[in-house]
């Protein structure tokens, strides 16, 4: 079959109009965009679903990226714009695939689209409705860190940037509505439920961070200053939540840092038996950041074995040693806190005989591990979609078709088929779009 | 501004409720802010210098001046002798 040269097509199906279009992206991480753009640059038509408020993934909260430490913003906005302005590519946010039903060669999807209670097209991304929102709770996209108000734009890159009401902390005061110029704020929005009809479907849902509470033994959730890599990497860019890096108990500028590698990979008791892939060097990454940010700082890494595979890697890491990093072979007992919030660190000394020791830091980093968005096979309500023994999308065909999964027009695109960096999803995504293509070719 | 426009947040407020939880925030955020602002009008502070003087939690000192900072009611000023605090100040216009 030629692609389709609309963007969308109007099929009738029973009597009633249904959008079709050539493939449907669920993700809109940087692996969502890259398979997106890829089937849209080759003229298919593309309708992508994203949960969250805004398209970007993990990607976009980023600070730079290792080994080049080039600012993670900067190259994955530009890519969010491209996607969000393609004329063949359709985005609903804040929106959830609800089933989806193969029928012969096409996919019945049905989509709930959530109310945002702005109306997107008229919202001009102002913030005046965020001045004006008495309410504070805190800012999932500052992991915690910070508060945001109940009317708010997502986070200043965010796309399409336009404000949303948390209804769950919402007061109905009112006081949005009243100073929003374009009078987009609309409270009697309701949940959608739009039907579409899809050619093939690219899974690019990403993955899960682990939740740190589940070791309790490090303390994570009662001692504020031990904090997980996403909230260091938040602390490191310039939209930071605290003006600097500081420790979130009292604001304290750091002198010394550990890191905590391995958290909630490679573990069995927590069910996560395999290496997560990118926090060995995301770590490294960020200790170089930090003796950027604090150049007075002291950084130490305690890992299991240090995982440098990829291009440039290995040397990265010989830098950042070069630069004065520490890094002790250590397996991490448990960790305690003073009464002014300094960290104990309880450690077998895997070097020097497994002897059990201490030391002391102003905060800890624990590099929590990438977990599977498991929640995936319930959408296909007569296909059975196979996961893989750890739980992540199986890929069938792994070496010579890496994007095909157990349901034929069914695509699999970065960390939803395993752990992998951003180069590495980019990959995966240009695979899974080229199969995409050529299976639609062949319908 | 439309004055003219009925507000659609009174059709919501007929078939749902104020969310509590935002309440005890509002609520909490200003009983915060009113007592950094009150401790910050004559010098510029450190986080425990204000959880001290208020006799407050530190870490909700940091929670909530840090939240003040972002929404532009205090900035940074110099760092303490020791370069481990800074001091915050209010806003001058
Ligand atoms: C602390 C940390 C630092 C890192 N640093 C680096 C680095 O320096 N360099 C590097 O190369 N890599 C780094 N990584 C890895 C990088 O984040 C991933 O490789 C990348 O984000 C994977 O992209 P993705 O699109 O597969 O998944 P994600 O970024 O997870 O995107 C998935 C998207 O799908 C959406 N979604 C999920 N479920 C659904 C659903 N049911 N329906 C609709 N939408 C859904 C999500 O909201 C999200 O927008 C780091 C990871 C972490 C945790
Ligand atoms: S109506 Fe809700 S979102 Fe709007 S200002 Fe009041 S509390 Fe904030
Ligand atoms: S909802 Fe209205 S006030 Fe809020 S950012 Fe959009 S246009 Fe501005």
Known sequence: MEPTTTNIEKQTAAGVDVTTYDALVIGGGIGGEEAALNLANMGYSVIMVEKDYSIGGKMVHLSKVFPTLDCSACITTPKMSETIRHPNIEILTYSEVRGIEKDGKIFNTSIVKKPRYVIEADCTGCQLCEQACPVVVQDQYQYDLVGRKAAYIPFSVAAPRVAAIDIENCTLCGACERVCPPNCIDFTMKEEVIDVIVKSVIIASGFELFDAKKIPQYGFGKYKNVIHAMQMERQLVPTRPYNTVLRPKDGKMPDNIAYVLCTGSRDKTIGNPICSQVCCMYSIKQAQLIMGALPMADVTIYYMDIRAYGKGFHEFYIQTKNMGVEFVKGKIAKIDEKDDGDLVLHYEDIENGGAPKTATYDMVVLAVGVLPQNNIPELFKNEVLELDEFNYVKQTDKLVNPGMTTIDGVFVAGTSSGPMDIPDTILSAGSASAETASYLRRL | ?93
Do not use: C, F
């Open chain 2, 1 to 93: 501004m439309n004055a003219k426009k009925q507000l659609t947040v009174t059709i919501l407020k007929k078939t749902r409720k104020a969310s509590e939880s935002g309440k005890e925030s509002i609520k909490a955020y200003m009983r915060m802010k009113k007592k950094i602002l009150e401790i910050l009008k004559e010098e510029s502070k450190t986080i425990p210098e204000i959880a001290k003087e208020a006799g407050l939690n530190i870490d909700e000192v940091t929670y909530y001046l840090m939240s003040m900072r972002k929404y532009g009611l205090l900035t940074v000023a110099n760092i303490d002798d020791d370069d481990e605090y800074y001091y915050y100040q209010l806003k001058q216009d």
